[in-house]
């Protein structure tokens, strides 16, 4: 195969630090894309001038601040080829991606999105720590529309999933009024028009750091509630029981009152807690550090 049909794009604000090893990654494909757009969403920064070594090999777009988004929605609309992969500024690519994603769309061809499980890799003061992959339970992505019911299950981030282009079209690409969870709120949308294909191999690689969007947990849980309350109604139609929706719901608030107690946000924590208990009494995931809470453990001591 002489390529494939797939724009790559890249959204950076200020990612002086590391965009170009997230082009490079891009680049450095066994199966090179079509090609590869960076979006510079406003950066005060190196951003625009450390790309220049790429010359015409990709395609920049500068635009005013607009958000993580809108960004993305300004390369998908000035992208040409027949898919779309996403990659984050600070995330990187194994050099077989999209081959590998290639080839599962040639054995899958009613697939709309394609992801894979992810290397987690650390940065900075945390640079010693050792990789991990996370991973799907299962293959099977057959009811992956009803997982999204309470979390994102698509993995990878915005750096993860090759998604074909007119499907995401017609589904109204990302919302610009979401600051985190906008990859969640999309995914949801396509999962009701198109198959989905989870490929085993470790292809994207996310980089763990302090300037991580992922660390501002109460803008997570102000959108994660938001996208919970715009699909809702929908879910409800579909069939899905007020039980398994309080259920779904109350994990929202359980996984952020987790991430609360492990930063040391006891009040935050007690909070987000309480309200997935009352939702769900027997959400274990909420039990467990409600009761250290109650006994004034630390998040690795034992209960």
């Known amino acids: ?23 490079g ?21 190196g951003t625009r001038e450390s790309l220049e070594q790429f010359g015409a090999r990709i395609r920049i777009i500068g635009k005013p601040n607009g958000g993580l988004s809108a960004a993305r929605n300004t390369g998908i609309r000035a992208s040409t080829g027949q898919w779309i992969a996403f990659l984050d500024a600070d995330d990187l690519w194994s050099p077989r991606k999209l081959d590998v994603v290639s080839r599962a769309l040639q054995a899958n061809a009613g697939a709309g999105l394609v992801f894979s499980a992810v290397r987690y890799f650390w940065d900075g003061a945390d640079s010693g720590k050792e990789d991990y992959v996370r991973r799907r339970e299962s293959p099977d992505c057959q ?19 090759v998604v074909r282009r007119e499907a995401l079209l017609q589904v109204g690409l990302f919302d610009e009024a979401l600051t985190s969870a906008e990859d969640w709120d999309a995914w949801i949308r396509l999962a009701w028009q198109c198959e989905f294909v989870y490929v085993e191999e470790p292809l994207t690689y996310r980089r ?55 930063s040391g946000q006891t009040c935050k924590a007690r909070a987000a807690l309480t309200a997935a208990l009352r939702l769900d009494p027997l959400n274990v995931q909420a039990l467990v550090p409600m009761a250290k809470l109650l006994l004034g453990l630390r998040p690795w001591e034992a209960h």
Do not use: W
């Open 208 to 262: 763990e750091h302090a300037l991580s969007m992922s660390r501002n947990i109460s803008r997570m849980l102000e959108n994660d509630l938001r996208v919970f309350g715009k699909y809702e109604a929908m879910y409800r139609a579909s069939g899905i029981g007020s039980y398994r929706l309080r259920r779904a719901k109350a994990a929202v608030y359980s996984r952020s009152g987790v991430m609360y107690f492990c």
């Open 25 to 45: 990654s891009a680049l450095s494909q066994t199966l090179p894309p079509r090609e590869v757009i960076v979006v510079d969403d406003g950066s005060t920064d």
């Open 143 to 161: 009811g992956i529309r009803f997982e999204l019911m309470a979390r994102n299950v698509v993995l990878g981030g915005g750096s993860g999933p």
């Open 1 to 23: 195969m002489d390529g494939f049909d797939v724009s790559v794009v890249i959204p950076a604000y200020n990612a002086e630090a590391y965009v170009t090893e997230a082009v």
